[in-house]
């Protein structure tokens, strides 16, 4: 999860990696922003030719978190600090929520905490 640009790449590559591993039936792999901005709008040409660069495919089209996605998801992963607050946020009104919000930053043997946005090279928060 982000505002926009970061999130559909995340999500590509993570499908590509679950596949080569053959595990994918183990997860289920989306990808959506926290603001409206970029609803309906495919991933920007830059992002789409560094994964072209690297052979991740993707098929997708910006949407916005679904209300739905509360309760039926354990794990959020977020991009950056700004997009955490966003998700805790909208979670708090709706009943039953079960989804944790986690930095994807915290799985890098690496420890880079915040995913920096991979077409202009800054970070998001």
């Not at 183990?26 to 709008?41: F, L, M, P, Q, Y």
């Not at 039953?96 to 995913?115: C, F, M, N, W």
Request: hydrophobic share 30%; net charge negative.
């Amino acid at each position: 999860m982000c505002l926009g640009n970061p999130s559909p790449i995340a999500e590509a590559v993570f499908r590509k990696l679950v596949t080569d591993e053959n595990v994918s039936d183990k997860w289920r792999i989306d990808s959506a922003a926290t603001s409206t901005c970029e609803v309906g709008n495919p991933p920007d040409y830059r992002g789409q030719n560094r994964r072209k660069e690297h052979g991740v495919a993707v098929n997708h089209v910006a949407q916005q978190v679904p209300e739905e996605d509360l309760v039926t998801f354990d794990c959020m992963l977020c991009m950056d600090e700004s997009s955490r607050r966003d998700w805790t946020r909208k979670g708090h009104p709706v009943n039953h929520s079960r989804a944790t919000a986690e930095l994807l930053g915290s799985y890098d043997p690496r420890k880079q905490l915040i995913v920096e946005d991979p077409i202009t090279g800054m970070s998001p928060t």
